[in-house]
């Protein structure tokens, strides 16, 4: 009478395990890279939000960033993905471990928005920055220090 086999062999289960390994050896990684992307673009973002209100500032002539009146308030708000900047209310405090873009006072025709990555952003981002330039024109340009492959879509390497 043959008997019936019950269960994996030995060999069976660890060309299981090597499989796995292998494919969380490649998955890891990539999932890394995914998420360095998406705080990319999520910084771009949020910076490049701020580019409305500071184009309304400097067509009506509210050069000095500020919240007093005839001043720009450009309505930045906390990022944990950012260092640095400050609000436009200096009696405003931003809560620990976030950052704001830095935008010079006073405006002028060519002002910039720049993002600077660290707090909880990936660590191959910490120290790179995103900024966002306004030409003469009004037209505003997306230029960033990240590495190439990290680089989103409608922004270009200085």
């Known amino acids: 009478m043959k008997q019936m086999q019950k269960g994996f062999t030995l060999i069976e289960l660890m060309i299981v395990v090597a499989i796995i390994g292998i494919l969380a050896a490649v998955a890891i990684p990539q999932y890394q890279n995914y998420i360095t992307r998406s705080q990319v673009n999520r910084v771009m973002s949020e910076a490049g939000q701020l580019r409305t209100s500071i184009e309304d500032c400097i067509l009506n002539g509210r050069l000095t960033v500020g919240v007093a009146a005839g001043e720009c308030d450009h309505g930045a708000t906390g990022s944990n ?10 009696a405003a405090a931003l809560p620990a471990g976030t950052g704001v873009p830095v935008i010079a006072s006073p405006l002028t025709p060519t002002s910039t928005i720049i993002a600077n990555f660290g707090n909880n952003a990936a660590a191959v981002l910490t120290g790179d920055s995103l900024t966002w330039t306004r030409d003469a024109s009004g037209t505003w340009a997306c230029t960033t220090t990240v590495d190439t492959q990290f680089i989103p879509n409608g922004c270009t390497a200085p």
Do not use: W
């Not at 993905?81 to 200096?90: C, F, H, K, S, V």
């Open 81 to 90: 993905l950012m260092t640095g900047g400050a609000l436009a209310d200096p």
